[in-house]
């Protein structure tokens, strides 16, 4: 694949995030077939309809099997992500799925299984490292501008307003594991090599409790790598609805030997308020009056054009697959040590004990 206009992109599931995917790829250069497939028929002709797609259809294993398609997006919904990727996989088509790999080892465990066995190529889009703030702090740590690392904080705050649509849509999809991944993969590829080895967690139930979900209000963990380095992950979905964020606040700490690096990502230095309202990207029929822009998650359509994170991970894959230069986009292989850790932080919460990695059941 290193011709413009010969990408056959299939994407499957035609939700939030599968849209922005269809949209980037429809707008590439080297895509020259784009095909859509989710189980509401009615979304996937729309989306088709918005992409100018090739095709669409409520069979998602019909549209990676097609001729046409070398490459698959697969965005279905945390739980379902393994019956794609394998098919994929099982064809030699190169995926880009999102994260996490799985909400369940087991599944997690199949798919690395099944890309031994082919030798195919399978990234996980943690879309955070394509964020500016963390592909700058990525490249001091390149350099070494810290020294030895010895600890450090990430945090992440959203509201309950988008924590109650993504459990409403999948209950297991915790904001542990759904959300503080993100900062496990972040921190762990500051660490590059120095894996997660204990964690030790606590969380508070409430609000969500109440809602009848089992997710914590509120969790934190230290986590301890391999090199003795310490990082507390801390997180709260819980924030009231109303809260001014569109998305994730969050904040991010290096302690090392020979520097220090603060990595402030709460947008609080772009405010808007309108009497009006203003519209939640995730929760479309919810709306704040006050908010920080350019805390949405994915990015921001802007002058006709999407930007921001999921969009530079989106035309860098795109780019990868084309061109074949290397790629920072997270590893099957991380993506396995994402998942443990945060089932070792909710399993830590839960049973108030400590728990090692990699786990062992």
Known sequence: MNKRGELGVAVI????????????????????????????????????????????????????????VNAVFVSTPEGEHAAPIIRALELGKPVLCEKPIALDRNDAERILETLKATQGKLRIGYSRRFKECFLRAKEQMIHERLGKVVGGLARVYNSRAQAFAILKRDPHATPVLDVLTYYVDLVCWFLEGNQPVEVVARGQHGIFRDAGYSAHDVTWAIVTFADGAVVNFGVSYALPARYPTLGQSDRVELLGTEGTMIIDDDHMDHVLYSDRGIPHAYVPDH?????????????????????????????????????????????????????????AIERSARTGQPVRLPLET
Request: glycine share 8%; hydrophobic share 40%.
């Open 13 to 68: 599931g035609a939700g939030r995030i599968g849209t922005l995917r269809a949209r980037l790829a429809a707008k590439h250069p080297c895509v020259g077939f784009l095909a859509i497939a989710d189980i509401d028929e009615s979304r996937a002709r729309a989306l088709a309809e918005v992409t100018g797609a090739d095709m669409h259809s409520t069979n998602s294993l019909e549209m990676i099997e097609r001729p046409e």
């Open 287 to 343: 709306q704040v009056n006050m908010a920080f822009l350019g805390s949405n998650t994915a990015g921001d359509w802007a002058v006709g054009d999407f930007w921001g994170p999921l969009a530079n991970e989106t035309r860098a894959w795109l780019d990868h697959l084309v061109t074949g230069n290397p790629t920072v986009h997270t590893t099957p292989e991380q993506a396995l040590i994402n998942l443990e850790t945060t089932i």
